[in-house]
């Protein structure tokens, strides 16, 4: 097998006719739209996944907690939260059956510092998944990410401005947020872009 066909079937790179063949890891995001939408059926779980808004509170946050409550039930390992932009309310949380034993909440001002923080907790085998609200974030400090995270196996999911889309990103999924019913699909492996697929991003848990 060549170096292209190897990588191809990793994942890595795809042409149309790989795609069926492309094998990457999923977790279920909870929305089977955007399930059916993704390589593996779900997030990434090796690897970095973009999530880009408009403006902070428009559904960012819901569109991953089905996923990472279901994490929380999945074994004793934490979730490293960092920075998140404000306090998170635990009986909101809880109501989405998250596990809030499970949840570790620490702030890092500086680029280097988050990365270093993001890196140490995914290598430490301790950390199920990592979800990080940050705005500057240069190729290098997200390479490193990148690679902890296909190190360790464990997905991580990087909050961010819509303004941010402009930037160069190595992320395997890059998803932005129209509405609380509308997001597009920038980057996925295996997969061209989609724009404006129909999502229900409700305020609780079980409404639809």
């Given amino acids: 097998m060549n170096l292209i ?30 399930n059916n939408e993704l390589p593996g059926q779900g997030w990434p779980v090796s690897a970095v996944t973009e999530v880009l808004y408009p403006k902070q509170g428009m ?14 039930h999945a074994d004793t390992r934490w979730q490293l939260w960092l920075n998140a932009p404000y306090l998170p309310c635990g009986p909101a ?10 949840l570790l909440l620490a702030n890092a001002s500086r680029a280097a510092d988050l990365c270093h923080c993001v890196e140490k907790s995914l290598q430490s085998g301790g950390c199920q998944a990592a979800v990080v609200w940050v705005e500057k974030l240069d190729k290098a400090l997200m390479r490193r990410i990148q690679l902890a995270a296909e190190q360790s196996a464990t997905p991580v999911f990087l909050l961010r401005p ?16 129209n509405s609380a019913s509308s997001i597009d699909i920038v980057k996925r492996r295996a997969g061209w872009p989609l724009a404006n697929l129909a999502i229900n991003l409700p305020l609780h848990l079980g409404v639809h």
């Fill in 5 to 34: 066909s190897l990588l191809a079937e990793q994942g890595h790179i795809w042409t149309h006719r790989n795609r069926s063949k492309t094998v990457v890891q999923g977790l279920n995001t909870g929305y089977a739209e955007l």
């Fill in 59 to 72: 559904g960012e946050l819901r569109l991953l907690l089905p996923a990472l409550a279901q994490l929380s």
């Fill in 93 to 102: 949380l809880q109501h989405w059956q998250l596990n809030t034993q499970r």
């Fill in 162 to 177: 819509e303004k941010c889309l402009s930037q160069p990103s190595v992320a395997a999924l890059r998803i932005k947020l």
